[in-house]
């Protein structure tokens, strides 16, 4: 696996490289040895999928509060997506800065996404499948979000977005501090 580090400090891209021969292909995408080299050590707790029926669906953006927030660890299995993380720690350089990045099946990419950061995605294809692994247990009454269109940030998503939850078209524009 090669890891670079983005412009946002602790958020990392993982190229893993496949293993193909007749059979098909073998992918190693976690090894704690090598993620805790790189600087990302991290122990996941919990495993999901999101399956995306829709071209332009956005999922996010979304954040856990302290101390329930969560690393992730995000990849593309079919289809393919723009992923983006913006950070949200108020002591960093990069406060409210964003970066997104395009994971596909084909790409073998992840992204690492270190707990102060919030996440989202808006799929590229139709029947897109995320999967995350997570650092920490999901707390109901730590959970926040920051609104995908959010001027103070200015994501540039690649599409205009076709499909959002309710929950997601809610979420308020950024406050600057955490505990809102």
């Not at 073998?26 to 090894?31: A, E, G, I, N, S």
């Not at 707790?45 to 954040?63: E, I, K, Q, W």
């Not at 808006?122 to 499948?129: E, F, Q």
Request: hydrophobic fraction near 40%; glycine fraction near 6%; aromatic fraction near 14%.
């Amino acid at each position: 696996m090669k890891f670079s580090e983005t412009q946002l400090a602790g958020l990392w891209i993982i190229e893993s490289e496949p293993f193909n021969d007749e059979r098909g292909s073998f992918v190693k995408t976690y090894c704690a040895r090598e993620f805790a080299a790189s600087g990302a050590d991290v122990h996941f707790s919990n495993t999901y999928f999101a399956s995306n029926y829709v071209r332009a669906t956005l999922r996010g953006l979304h954040y856990q509060l302290a101390p329930y927030g969560e690393d992730k660890l995000v990849r593309c299995l079919a289809g393919q997506i723009f992923d983006v993380a913006v950070d949200l720690r108020l002591e960093s350089k990069t406060y409210l800065d964003w970066f997104g990045i395009e994971l596909s099946a084909e790409n073998h990419r992840s992204l690492f996404i270190p707990r102060g950061f919030a996440h989202g995605f808006m799929t590229l294809t139709d029947n897109a499948v995320v999967h995350y692994q997570v650092s920490n247990y999901f707390e109901p009454k730590a959970e926040r979000g920051v609104r995908w269109d959010d001027p103070a940030i200015g994501i540039k998503w690649p599409l205009e977005p076709k499909v959002i939850s309710e929950r997601d078209k809610s979420h308020a524009y950024w406050l600057p501090r955490l505990g809102q």
